[in-house]
């Protein structure tokens, strides 16, 4: 799996832990970028361990971070949730600087990091920088052995402008896709062609498709996406056997449902992707099988999202490592889920460590097997904590308990496919009314003033 390219533990570790039915999603081809990646936050990482919290001074330095969820966290829609301003006067200085680390961590994607950098800055009346932005294709920057293939993109937004930022070098879309083979998209009469058009001589052979987040036309996307899958990349001819294993498919974002201004949720990709996966099986009578996972809860946005802590407290001049991690979000299953996931692998990487009596040097796992991260860029965070607000998907409609640590069990698993139903990766490590709360306590456990 992709993962275990990404991650420093071994595979036989990995596996280990990790549920049986997430052990076989995410192959493991994320390539090199991830050396580099982590040799330039060399200097922001330390090999010393159990930093910690207290009292700190003005020559202190902070040992944490956040991962702040965005939709339902700090805005609802385009309105800012009002703690969630009150929380960032917690979290900057009297020159609005932030005094931690925070990256910012969504699984939308129907947009640039620029323009969702500059609606936060709006919202919450401080500087956020790109840099600071993880939508949920961003990981696709380390999948570098797609980046020449033909690969299709599904979804709505820039999503052509963002495969091409991301390193994808042959871009089609479903639109082109459309106008190429008119007689493939039939649901809509009023779009149907009046005349036979002529047969489409030149156009590429499809080599992978990647869904960037949920599309504006279903039932176009559903057709066309199912088109390419049965005929490897050729939708114009006719194949005597359906293929299988098909050409690759990376998705982006499983959520099933997310949350706007309405008062109930809304559908997510995870929907889409529902829909995609079930059509698949009911033609073929075979499972639709992905070459990649990416966004909350996957490993792979949280190990991305690690590194720009690093990156971010390097640039800051904070020279204390960054040891915990604090991930609010408002959705169980992606943002308690993927938290409470990658506190396990850190587990898991620091055992393995411990067993080996590896200190500095450890090797990642997968077909790579010389990749090496170097020797101090490779320390990992001692923990990711998951704090569960009340302002988006999950609402109570009770009192807040008297203590902040209760489990939560959601009773119907919304999560996909391939992420095994684990209730108790979906209990968050806290619980607390809203975005504010959710800094203050940290605070609190960090002895932060």
Not at 87 to 109: C, E, H, I, W, Y
Not at 406 to 430: I, K, Q
């Amino acid at each position: 799996m992709a993962l275990c390219c990404l991650v420093t533990v071994s595979k036989a570790a990995w596996r280990k832990w990790l549920p049986e039915a997430q052990r076989s999603i995410v192959p493991a081809r994320a390539e090199g970028l991830w050396a580099s990646l982590w040799r330039s936050s060399s200097s922001s990482s330390s090999s010393s361990r159990g930093f910690a919290g207290r009292p700190l001074g003005i020559t202190q330095t902070p040992t944490f971070g956040f991962l702040f969820d965005i939709d339902g966290v700090l805005v609802r829609g385009r309105h800012a949730i009002p703690a969630a301003r009150e929380a960032f006067q917690k979290l900057t200085d009297s020159n609005g600087q932030l005094r931690v680390p925070v990256v910012f961590v969504t699984n939308a994607g129907n947009c640039f990091r620029h323009a969702k950098a500059q609606e936060l800055s709006s919202a919450l009346g401080l500087e956020v920088s790109p840099e600071q932005i993880i939508l949920s294709h961003s990981p696709l920057l380390l999948f570098r052995q797609f980046h020449e293939k033909c690969v299709l993109v599904s979804g709505q937004g820039p999503i052509e402008e963002n495969a091409r930022n991301l390193g994808f070098q042959n871009v089609i879309t479903i639109e082109a896709l459309r106008k190429a083979y008119p007689l493939l998209d039939m649901v809509d009469q009023s779009r149907r062609p009046k005349e036979l058009p002529p047969p489409t001589t030149d156009f590429p052979t499809i080599e992978g498709v990647i869904l960037f987040g949920e599309p504006v036309r279903w039932e176009t996307n559903l057709q066309l996406i199912i088109d390419v899958l049965l005929s490897n990349g050729n939708p114009g001819a006719e194949l005597s056997a359906v293929p299988y294993p098909h050409i690759p498919v990376l998705a982006c974002n499983m959520d099933l449902l997310w949350m706007a201004e309405a008062k109930m949720p809304r559908f997510g990709h995870g929907t889409f992707l529902l829909c995609l996966e079930n059509i698949y099986r009911k033609v073929t009578g075979r499972e639709l099988k992905y070459e990649a996972l990416i966004g909350k809860p996957s490993i792979v946005t949280y190990h991305y999202a690690e590194y720009l802590i690093k990156q971010q407290a390097e640039k800051q001049g904070w020279e204390s490592p960054i040891c915990r991690l604090y991930a609010v979000g408002d959705n169980p299953m992606s943002d308690i889920y993927g938290a409470n996931l990658y506190n396990s692998y850190l587990k898991a990487a620091h055992q393995t460590q411990a067993q080996a009596g590896v200190r500095g040097s450890m090797v990642a796992a997968g077909p790579q097997k010389d990749f090496n991260l170097g020797n101090d860029s490779n320390v990992l965070m001692e923990s990711c904590e998951s704090i569960l607000v009340c302002t988006g998907v999950y609402r109570h409609h009770r009192d807040m308990p008297p203590v902040s640590n209760v489990c939560v069990r959601d009773t119907v698993f919304h999560g996909h496919r391939d992420f095994c139903f684990d209730p108790s990766l979906m209990e968050a490590s806290y619980v607390v009314q809203d975005v504010n709360e959710a800094v203050k306590l940290a605070f609190e456990k960090e002895t932060w003033s």
